[in-house]
């Protein structure tokens, strides 16, 4: 992120923290479970994809639990696309917001990532309780957590920026980024594991930075696992650009959002 935004974003760091904190309000307004919910939906789906592609489908889980397997890659998938609908979002569900005072539109999607990075947060804790049920031991692997969080995050934040930029102008964005995630579901080593793509086809995985960052979380459970570094440093080095390209983009657009919008 350019020296300019980061001192954007921090001097403006309590308005952040305030609109991530009424989204997460917003969103569990007059529920009966409030935050549970953030557990309940990674922890059906990975019930459901254990029953059907483990079980009656046999798609194989490389001897890693079949919970551990799905749920460990639901977590961060989920935060990834919700974070990137939220925040592709962001500007014109505040437009009204955005047309009565100015302040550092790129606000609005890092406070929409936040928000969305609570609901991981607490479903990771879901996920500790798998390890320790199905007694997995702790190994070094774990110390990545913190890695493939920040580069999740960076993902999620440079595409939800670029789209939030991109829905002002175009409103067919809105239709599109929903088809658009979940072709991305199917591209991505979630329901399968990697080691199932054919050897010819491993370069167009490492083309989704998605890939390594699953698979990062999947081995970070699992001490038994080696760590791809060179997949894992293809994805990181794309991550980079797409953040900067997502971020250049928006403070391109910036000036003219509020008259478009």
Same mark, same amino acid.
């Given at each position: 992120? %350019?020296?300019?935004?980061?001192?954007?974003?921090?001097?403006?760091?309590?308005?952040?923290?305030?609109?991530?904190?009424?989204?997460?309000?917003?969103?569990?307004?007059?529920?009966?479970?409030?935050?549970?919910?953030?557990?309940?939906?990674?922890?059906?789906?990975?019930?459901?994809?254990?029953?059907?592609?483990?079980?009656?489908?046999?798609?194989?889980?490389?001897?890693?639990?079949?919970?551990?397997?799905?749920?460990?890659?639901?977590?961060?998938?989920?935060?990834?696309?919700?974070?990137?609908?939220?925040?592709?979002?962001?500007?014109?569900?505040?437009?009204?917001?955005?047309?009565?005072?100015?302040?550092?539109?790129?606000?609005?999607?890092?406070?929409?990532?936040?928000?969305?990075?609570?609901?991981?947060?607490?479903?990771?804790?879901?996920?500790?309780?798998?390890?320790?049920?199905?007694?997995?031991?702790?190994?070094?692997?774990?110390?990545?957590?913190?890695?493939?969080?920040?580069?999740?995050?960076?993902?999620?934040?440079?595409?939800?920026?670029?789209?939030?930029?991109?829905?002002?102008?175009?409103?067919?964005?809105?239709?599109?980024?929903?088809?658009?995630?979940?072709?991305?579901?199917?591209?991505?080593?979630?329901?399968?594991?990697?080691?199932?793509?054919?050897?010819?086809?491993?370069?167009? +995985?490492?083309?989704?930075?998605?890939?390594?960052?699953? %698979?990062?979380?999947?081995? +970070?459970? +699992?001490?038994?696992?080696?760590?791809?570094?060179?997949?894992?440093?293809?994805?990181?080095?794309?991550?980079?650009?797409?953040?900067?390209?997502?971020?250049?983009?928006?403070?391109?657009? %910036?000036?003219? +959002?509020?008259?478009?919008?």
């Amino acid at each position: 992120m %350019e020296r300019g935004t980061t001192r954007e974003l921090w001097d403006s760091r309590e308005l952040v923290y305030f609109l991530a904190w009424r989204d997460v309000k917003v969103r569990y307004k007059q529920t009966l479970l409030g935050v549970v919910w953030a557990v309940i939906q990674p922890l059906a789906t990975m019930v459901v994809f254990t029953l059907v592609f483990t079980h009656l489908a046999k798609i194989p889980t490389d001897e890693i639990p079949g919970p551990i397997f799905y749920f460990s890659a639901l977590i961060p998938w989920i935060f990834f696309s919700s974070t990137v609908s939220s925040a592709g979002m962001s500007l014109v569900s505040n437009s009204a917001l955005l047309t009565k005072i100015y302040f550092p539109r790129i606000i609005l999607p890092t406070a929409a990532t936040l928000s969305n990075l609570i609901d991981f947060l607490v479903s990771s804790l879901v996920l500790v309780g798998f390890i320790a049920y199905y007694d997995v031991p702790i190994g070094r692997n774990l110390l990545l957590w913190p890695l493939l969080v920040a580069l999740l995050t960076l993902l999620a934040l440079g595409l939800g920026t670029f789209f939030a930029a991109l829905n002002v102008k175009y409103r067919d964005v809105k239709y599109v980024l929903p088809f658009l995630i979940q072709l991305l579901l199917f591209a991505t080593p979630i329901i399968y594991p990697a080691s199932m793509v054919p050897e010819r086809f491993r370069w167009l +995985m490492a083309i989704n930075p998605l890939t390594a960052l699953i %698979e990062g979380f999947r081995n +970070m459970v +699992m001490p038994s696992r080696s760590v791809d570094w060179t997949l894992l440093g293809i994805s990181t080095i794309s991550i980079g650009v797409i953040f900067a390209a997502g971020v250049a983009y928006f403070r391109s657009t %910036e000036r003219a +959002m509020a008259d478009v919008v």
